[in-house]
């Protein structure tokens, strides 16, 4: 079975049409259903979507009382959706619903997720250099070897929807934790088509909010398990170069003569490196004792689930 999840968010002209090339790219297929993911929108989609539901058994709605964002949308069409095979796409018609094929024919090579690559974009410039910029930082810390991982039309094996936590802008990094967790993430060039109607929904600023979900992903897979690694390692610095500080006060004072008041900016300098390198080696040790009760629980989990 194929699902499709479609995030709508204001998306009211584009609608009728999506439905008709969805209709038409999946003539030959009777086993397939689509999520959409109404995300507070304001301008009639929500009550085009609840037709659509009345009149075709193969469609469903889920919507939001507010408009939460992509990841949340996805996250939720991700709980409902039923297929075997999972596909995501954008409701303003620039993703062209013609490729879904291609999408499926290069999972089944063996891909667990595949993305679209938007090789050639009909966006403004404003969108397209932050995206540039954005794919070459997230290509070169997670190690995912793809050209666009915020494309919206995606491929996906149900157990790798199954898996994912997607919460706050972590959408934008769907392959990327799909890598973490050992997936086989591939690509495939798709035609990307100019926006017709509306207006888009994102701006320059996601750039920086990106960054800061890319932190947290590294963060979340390299220490989760292992704090101490982290923490530690700032500690360890701060603390060294405290205690650096300490000897240089103490070689101007007993090996020059220098007496303390001299180079009392140092010496309160050295101290402080010095707490500040202990306080990090107690918070890393802190987390090694959750990671350690979290991983307990986990452990005892799955030995009742076994026994079950």
């Known amino acids: ?3 499709i999840v479609i995030p709508v968010f204001n998306e009211r002209e584009s609608l009728p049409h999506l439905w008709k090339e969805i209709n038409h790219v999946l003539a030959d297929d009777s086993n397939w259903e689509i999520l959409f993911i109404d995300d507070g929108s304001s301008d009639g989609s929500l009550d085009y979507l609840a037709d659509l539901c009345k009149n ?16 949340a949308a996805l996250s939720e069409g991700f709980k409902h959706a039923q297929g075997d095979t999972i596909v995501t796409m ?10 879904i094929p291609n999408l499926i024919n290069k999972l089944e090579e063996g891909y667990d997720l595949v993305s679209g690559w938007k090789k050639t974009r ?9 995206s540039k910029i954005f ?3 997230t290509r070169l810390f997670t190690g995912v070897k793809i050209h666009d991982f915020n494309c919206g039309l995606k491929c996906y094996r149900q157990v790798v929807v199954k898996s994912l936590d997607i919460f706050g802008g972590r959408h934008r990094y769907i392959p990327a934790l799909a890598g973490q967790k050992n997936f086989k993430v591939g690509e495939v060039v798709i035609n990307h088509r100019p926006r017709k109607f509306g207006k888009t929904k994102y701006g320059g600023s996601r750039l920086f909010h990106g960054f800061f979900d890319l932190l947290t992903i590294l963060f979340l897979n390299r220490y989760t398990q292992q704090p101490l690694h982290l923490f530690g390692f700032f500690g360890l610095i701060a603390f060294t170069f405290g205690l650096i500080s300490e000897f240089v006060v103490l070689y101007y004072k007993f090996g020059i003569g220098d007496p303390f ?8 300098f050295g101290v402080m490196l010095v707490l500040i390198g202990i306080q990090f080696f107690s918070i890393g040790l802190l987390g090694e004792m959750m990671a350690r009760t979290n991983q307990r629980q986990e452990n ?4 009742i689930i076994s026994s079950s």
Do not use: C
């Open 1 to 3: 079975m194929l699902s």
């Open 135 to 137: 794919n070459f930082v």
């Open 300 to 303: 005892r989990v799955k030995e």
């Open 56 to 71: 075709n058994s193969a469609v469903k709605l889920v919507q939001f009382y507010r408009n939460f964002g992509k990841s």
């Open 90 to 99: 954008d409701g303003d018609l620039q993703d062209d619903p013609a490729e």
């Open 261 to 268: 008041s001299k180079h009392i900016a140092l010496l309160i």
């Open 122 to 130: 009909y966006d403004p410039w404003t969108k397209t250099f932050p």
